[in-house]
């Protein structure tokens, strides 16, 4: 199994930024915990991060020729608001879930309707505090039944 794990804006920046939704955890940790994951399951990970929308499309239409099986996105700041990652997602027709290191509908009122991904996605998975240590195993697993 091959599994493309795609993380938007500014998640290079944890464990720096707000510190009191994401906690002190970085992205280095982040990173390192799907890798030895993965590594444990059998599982191919390709783990790609962008401040840069065109370089998460590129990505996720890349995973199509490289023969992914699934994708995992953190689209972060484009949530709501980028319909070039959503016809990505479209285009390739592989399967999708999007997750959140926290729990985005209780933030910010733009925030509070759901995501224009849902659409398109099979699942949204939100954690209360960063990672939370299973978030990426969950959705990661989701794609092994």
Known sequence: MKVLVINGPNLNMLGIREKHI?????????????????QKEGIEVDIFQSNHEGALVDHIQTAYF?????????????????????DALKAVNLPAV????????????????????????????RSTGIFKRKISEITITYYKR
């Open 98 to 125: 999007e997750v959140h290191l926290s729990d985005v509908g209780s933030r910010e009122e733009a925030k509070h309707n759901g995501t224009q991904y849902e659409q398109r996605i099979s699942g949204v998975y």
């Open 22 to 38: 994401y906690g002190t955890e970085t992205y280095a940790d982040l990173k390192n915990m799907i890798h030895d994951y993965c």
């Open 66 to 86: 490289n023969e992914t099986d699934a994708i995992v996105i953190n689209p972060a700041a484009y949530t709501h608001t980028s319909v070039a990652i959503l």
